[in-house]
């Protein structure tokens, strides 16, 4: 028990980090207007938001149920893999916790939470293979961007790929000067696969990822170029409301908190 449970908080913070802060498939947006009792306003948003993610979270691990009954969890994990996300997988391990032990409830959960694990896991695997035959064709650097590109088109170069990308600098950059190209080429393919991620996002996401990325001087003046205030009357229909850049940031702070919360069970070897 003890190890499926490392196990399972491990593939937690996996997917911690690979549930995009920008989006939620699930998620009605809940308008509850503007007043200044803003505390008032964020608790009821907060209970509004825990009880549509409950049902939700509900939904899914019924779905899974079904699956698993009719002996194709297999298949539903994987179509629905992108949605369990850390507070998913938290869910559902509060549920497995609610059973008895031996009970048919928990043998039936611990059977969804295994599957979405191996799931996982074999994204990463794929991600490393991947990558492996992208570094194969260095130092072509335009073969290795098109071999990207095509990733990126077959919905291969995934957040899992990024995990795996990101965990191989950080590797090359402990590796010393004589892995000073090593770096260069991954960080390169690291800013490519951002751009490309950049094109399919919110303009508030695409605006709040430039902002993380470009130094602390151009901020400001990015911000005064690419954001307007809610009482603007702008037809510029690239420019980003100011509310909804702050709610990218705050959907970004939230995931960053959740990863910090288990940060020390986060096992850096997972993928070499």
Do not use: W
Request: hydrophobic fraction near 40%; charged fraction near 30%; include cysteine.
């Amino acid at each position: 028990k003890n190890q499926f449970h490392a196990k399972f908080l491990c593939i937690i913070l996996f997917a911690s980090i690979v549930s995009p802060f920008m989006t939620n498939l699930f998620k009605r947006q809940v308008d509850l207007g503007r007043t200044s009792y803003l505390t008032d306003i964020k608790s009821a948003q907060s209970n509004i938001v825990e009880d549509e993610n409950s049902a939700v979270y509900s939904a899914l691990v019924s779905q899974f149920k079904t699956a698993h009954s009719n002996n194709k969890l297999n298949q539903s994990v994987e179509e629905s893999l992108d949605l369990c996300d850390y507070n998913f997988l938290m869910f559902l391990n509060e549920k497995i916790g609610s059973f008895e032990d031996e009970s048919e409830e928990k043998k039936e959960h611990l059977a969804i939470a295994e599957q979405i694990n191996k799931a996982m896991q074999a994204r990463l695997i794929r991600a490393d293979t991947n990558l492996r035959d992208i570094f194969s064709m260095a130092p072509d650097l335009k073969k290795m961007e098109s071999k990207l590109s095509n990733l990126f088109r077959i919905g291969q170069a995934d957040t899992a790929f990024l995990v795996t990308l990101n965990m191989n600098i950080a590797k090359a950059k402990e590796s010393g000067p004589e892995a000073d190209d090593a770096v260069k080429i991954l960080t390169h393919l690291n800013t490519k696969l951002m751009e490309l991620e950049d094109q399919r996002a919110p303009k508030e996401v695409r605006l709040l990822r430039k902002l993380l990325r470009c130094d602390k001087s151009s901020r400001k003046q990015m911000i005064r170029n690419e954001v307007i205030n809610d009482s603007d009357n702008s037809e510029n229909d690239q420019m980003v409301p100011k509310a909804d850049l702050i709610d990218a940031i705050n959907e970004l702070m939230k995931q960053a908190s959740q990863v910090q919360k288990i940060s020390p069970a986060y096992d850096s070897d997972i993928t070499e």
